[in-house]
């Protein structure tokens, strides 16, 4: 054996047999009497209702100026669109007025008008040297 373990206290000697349970004596009790119910504090409700009715007075609000938002772009649309049927129409007018003038009849008119004469056959020039080929007048 170690000396450290020879010089330790020797362990008590274990008792043998039930433990008894220790006796208690009855404490006296107080009396019982009536305690009045804590008051209820209601609870502050009062900012939560006001944090709802700002968030829907909220929402009303922002849900009317989309509404008029839309309105007014619906009418601007619409006024777009007939100005665009307008514009289309017009258009369709200066077409159909260009496709009357631009007739082969209608300007030999008004070339004759404006003193102008048919051509005569044409005549072609070659290059330097070259004779001249066609049979052209010439009304100067």
Same mark, same amino acid.
């Given at each position: 054996m170690s000396a450290f373990q020879a010089s330790a206290v020797p362990a008590a000697e274990p008792r043998r047999g039930p433990v008894p349970a220790p006796v208690r004596t009855p404490r006296p009790r107080p009396p019982l009497k009536l305690v009045p119910a804590p008051r209820r504090r209601p609870a502050r409700r009062t900012p939560f209702v006001l944090l709802v009715i700002a968030v829907l007075g909220a929402g009303l609000v922002a849900l009317l100026l989309i509404n008029t938002g839309v309105a007014q772009d619906s009418f601007q649309l619409t006024d777009l669109r007939q100005q665009s049927d307008l514009l289309q129409d017009r258009e369709e007018a200066l077409e159909q007025e260009v496709a009357r003038l631009s007739t082969p009849g209608r300007l030999a008119t008004e070339a004759e008008r404006l003193g102008m004469r048919p051509g005569a @056959? =044409?005549?072609?020039?070659?290059?330097?040297? @070259? =004779?001249?080929?066609?049979?052209?007048?010439?009304d100067r």
């Amino acid at each position: 054996m170690s000396a450290f373990q020879a010089s330790a206290v020797p362990a008590a000697e274990p008792r043998r047999g039930p433990v008894p349970a220790p006796v208690r004596t009855p404490r006296p009790r107080p009396p019982l009497k009536l305690v009045p119910a804590p008051r209820r504090r209601p609870a502050r409700r009062t900012p939560f209702v006001l944090l709802v009715i700002a968030v829907l007075g909220a929402g009303l609000v922002a849900l009317l100026l989309i509404n008029t938002g839309v309105a007014q772009d619906s009418f601007q649309l619409t006024d777009l669109r007939q100005q665009s049927d307008l514009l289309q129409d017009r258009e369709e007018a200066l077409e159909q007025e260009v496709a009357r003038l631009s007739t082969p009849g209608r300007l030999a008119t008004e070339a004759e008008r404006l003193g102008m004469r048919p051509g005569a @056959a =044409p005549t072609f020039i070659q290059v330097p040297g @070259a =004779p001249i080929a066609g049979a052209g007048r010439s009304d100067r």
